[in-house]
Every structure is written in C-alpha cells, then in structure tokens.
C-alpha cells in the first residue's frame, strides 16, 4: 500500500481560495487512482474530486465544480486540490486516497490508502 500524507489545511474567509498537498510514498504513485474526500463533523465521508493515474481523466463533486481543481505530479508523487471560493458549509476534514483500479471511484470503500487528513475550517 501506499503512504499518503496531507497538508496544507487551515482557517480560511468565506471566498478565499486554499490549495491541499497529498505526498505519497514508494514508487508506484502512478498506479493509483487518486482522490480526495472531506468529512464534516457528524456527517459521512463524501467524495470531493479523482483523477486517473496519468492525470488525463479527472472528476468532481456537483458542489464544487468549477471552483475545485485537482492535480497531479507522478514525479513527484504529489496530488493537489486547488479550492477556490470557498463556502462556510465546506469545512471539513479533507482526506487524500489512493484507489487501485482501472476507473475513478467515488465511495470511500473503493478506495485502499488514506491519508491522516487535514482540517479545513471556512469561517463566514
């Protein structure tokens, strides 16, 4: 399994922009489907973006479409979310997953590798 490892969380204004790091160890990154979910206190996990293993393919949530990018560098192991205009309702604890699979998933439990999370706090 891969290692994932999250950062760039924070206190942010509503309609400030924020951009969450995912580093994964070993040397398959490229394999892997990658996503990132977000969990709001007394809520369930929920699916925010993916993208495909050589980036080509990506996927978002109805809710953030066209404000949320998500990104990847296989040489550096790294997968990014770049979260523009954000709304008080998002904050959340932002995870980075990691899928072995041919397809983008959309449910936690399609997914094998999570990170520790990172916490996003939007204030209004």
């Known amino acids: 399994q891969v290692q994932l490892v999250e950062s760039g969380g924070g206190l942010v204004q509503a309609g400030d922009s924020l951009r969450l790091s995912c580093a994964a160890s070993?040397?398959?990154?490229?394999?892997?489907?990658m996503g990132w979910f977000r969990q709001a206190p007394g809520k369930e996990r929920e699916f925010v973006a993916a993208i495909s293993r050589g980036g080509s393919s990506t996927d978002y949530a109805n809710s953030v479409k066209g404000r949320f990018t998500i990104s990847r560098d296989n040489a550096k192991n790294t997968v990014s979310l770049q979260m523009n205009s954000l709304k008080p309702e998002e904050t959340a604890v932002y995870y980075c997953?990691?899928?072995?699979?041919?397809?983008?998933?959309?449910?936690?439990?399609?997914?094998?590798?999570w990170g520790q999370g990172t916490q996003v706090t939007v204030s209004s």
């Open positions: 070993g040397r398959t990154f490229s394999l892997y489907i």
């Open positions: 997953a990691a899928r072995v699979g041919a397809s983008i998933g959309y449910r936690p439990d399609a997914y094998d590798s």
